[in-house]
């Protein structure tokens, strides 16, 4: 069984701050690791994800998140923040083998952009 | 090509009416699952399904069922509602192991 967690609930920051949303998980099987962005009434969006090669992956707006196996955590951040980052932002894993796409994710971390 | 579409967006039950919410899937993916979303428990998986099977079961009573028809889309039922079952409920589906897409939403109050 895999679990998620993602350490702080709410992060309000200024515009054109730096960000960093923390995200650690459990499992005793590899896993493929996800974020997902979630705007107000809306469903959950794909920001980016990490299957294997380089720990550092990157989206294309920005932020990026790097997969550290040791610390089995994949921390999410952005050099500078907009307002328009303001969202909920899921951390997720699955498990890499196997035939089924079950998503375990974590609470979720509201990240407030103020200006 | 259109993205995961969920009917109805918003319903409105008693508890102890049931409910059916439909998702149809991005052309071409096979695999549909579905998620509760509540602020007190977050995302949980119910099930997921892969041509007209179910793959993968989460745990929930009996009381949610799904099922998937052969053009892929796919329905869950939620039979003698109780006011937890108040939620925002997501389908998801896929193509291949690395990406989920997910829909809009249902959101279900019981009252």
């Known amino acids: 069984a895999q679990s998620v967690t993602q350490l702080d609930s709410q992060v309000p920051v200024f515009e054109e701050a730096p960000v960093e ?6 499992s005793s099987v590899s896993v493929y690791l996800f ?38 955590s994949f921390h999410l951040r952005k050099p500078s923040v907009h307002i328009s980052d303001t969202a909920e932002y899921f951390c997720a ?22 200006p | 090509k259109a993205g995961v579409t969920q009917t109805p967006r918003y319903l409105i039950k008693t508890r102890g009416q049931q409910v059916t919410l439909s998702c149809s899937p991005i052309s071409g993916h096979r695999s549909v699952s579905w998620y509760q979303q ?22 929930f009573p009996g009381r949610f069922s799904g099922r998937q028809f052969s053009n892929s889309r796919s329905e869950m039922n939620v039979s003698t509602l109780e006011l937890g079952d108040s939620a925002l409920y997501l389908c998801a589906s896929s193509a291949t192991y690395n990406e989920q897409f997910f829909g809009p939403g249902t959101r279900l109050t019981v009252l």
Do not use: D
């Not at chain 1, 949303?21 to 459990?26: K, T």
């Not at chain 1, 809306?42 to 990026?64: A, P, R």
């Open chain 1, 21 to 26: 949303l923390r995200c650690n998980y459990s």
């Open chain 1, 35 to 72: 974020w997902y962005v979630q705007y107000p009434n809306q469903g959950l969006q794909l920001l980016l994800k990490y299957l294997s090669g380089s720990t550092l992956v990157e989206s294309i707006n920005g932020f990026e998140a790097e997969f550290n196996k040791s610390q089995t």
């Open chain 1, 93 to 114: 894993v699955r498990h890499s083998g196997g035939s089924n796409y079950k998503l375990t994710f974590g609470k979720g971390t509201l990240l407030t952009v103020n």
């Open chain 2, 38 to 59: 509540t602020p007190g428990q977050g995302l949980q998986f119910l099930f997921e399904y892969f041509s007209e099977t179910q793959r993968n079961k989460g745990n």
